[in-house]
């Protein structure tokens, strides 16, 4: 025990690094999307000239909701339930679920979409 310190820390940083490992993979399995891709994908659609999105570089948009914590909602839009098809569905097809909806139809591709969901359900 001459460096009690050092032990912890280094535990806290394994620990850390397996929990985010563990959600990635999560994320994976729950939607067969990739979140890296997903994270540069949010931001070549411009998603990010609207919400801002943990971890994604220069989104500081509070025009629509923040995209923070999806993965513990239960509901998206205020109308779906959270599930990694209706989040899919609401990325590509926002005015088909609700035409009033302030969110644009961005002719989101079916694995640009996936790979979006994957990486919001990582990010918190
Ligand atoms: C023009 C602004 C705008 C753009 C661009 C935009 N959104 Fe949205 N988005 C919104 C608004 C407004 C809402 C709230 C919608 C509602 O409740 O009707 C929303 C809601 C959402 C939600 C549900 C959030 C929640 O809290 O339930 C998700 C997920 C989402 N957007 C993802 C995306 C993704 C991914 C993109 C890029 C492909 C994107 N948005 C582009 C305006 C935008």
């Known amino acids: 025990m001459k460096h009690p310190i050092t ?3 280094l535990i806290a940083v ?3 690094s397996a929990c985010s490992d563990k959600a990635s993979k999560q994320s ?3 939607t067969n999307g990739n979140p890296d891709r ?3 994908a949010l931001t ?3 998603c990010v000239a609207c919400h801002t999105i943990p971890g994604v570089y220069g989104s500081n948009s509070l025009t629509a909701p923040p995209l923070i914590g999806i993965s513990q909602r239960s509901y998206l839009a205020g109308m779906l339930e959270n599930t990694p098809d209706n989040l899919r569905s609401w990325i590509q097809h926002p005015r088909k679920v609700n035409p009033h909806t ?3 139809e961005q002719g989101v591709t079916d694995q640009d979409a996936l790979d979006m969901a994957a990486y919001l359900y990582t990010a918190r």
């Open 14 to 16: 394994l620990t850390l």
């Open 44 to 46: 070549s659609y411009g």
């Open 7 to 9: 032990k912890c820390g």
């Open 38 to 40: 997903g994270k540069t």
């Open 28 to 30: 994976r399995l729950l």
């Open 102 to 104: 302030a969110m644009p």
